[in-house]
């Protein structure tokens, strides 16, 4: 594994289908701040939680110059109903060979009631205009998280 990315450091490109199948980029959001969102998996307790409260506080995100997006391993089908169920307003990207994880070192091995499989740790990058992590979450804690990022964005 390579080091790990810190702030300061430029992000890692980005290519990656929304749930439209629209190709986005670090480009596609030229002069914003990006609030990338790696999350495990579509509609479920944590990951429901956090997209939700990013959702609720996403006027406040576009006013501080800033866009959401979301990462995770599941399809376009999936994040489709995700979006749907829960009106989320920003795009849902779909890192199905995890290349994009990998890249930003959010893919890991998990140990679920003593399964061990490999996904993805709840990570939030906050990216500046010029392409440099300005803010880096790991092993993040819903509770709580939305308003931190927030934080880190007005900094």
């Not at 290519?15 to 999350?39: A, E, M």
């Not at 944590?46 to 110059?65: H, M, N, P, W, Y």
């Amino acid at each position: 594994m390579g080091r790990m990315l810190d702030v300061g450091d430029k992000a890692p490109e980005l290519s990656l289908p929304d749930q439209h199948g629209k190709t986005v980029t670090l480009k596609s959001f030229k002069g914003k701040q990006i609030v990338l969102y790696f999350y495990p998996k579509d509609d479920t307790p944590g990951c429901t939680k956090e997209s939700c409260d990013f959702r609720d506080v996403e006027s406040q995100i576009l006013r501080a110059g800033g866009v959401i997006v979301g990462v995770s391993l599941d399809g376009k089908e999936s994040h489709q109903k995700f979006i749907k169920k829960y009106g989320l307003p920003f795009p849902l990207l779909s890192d199905e060979d995890a290349a994009i994880a990998k890249a930003y070192g959010v893919f890991k091995e998990k140990n679920m009631y003593g399964k061990k499989y490999w996904g993805i740790e709840r990570s939030t990058f906050v990216i500046d205009p010029a392409g440099k992590l300005k803010a880096v979450f790991r092993k993040v804690k819903v509770d709580g998280h939305a308003d931190e990022v927030l934080t880190a964005l007005k900094a």
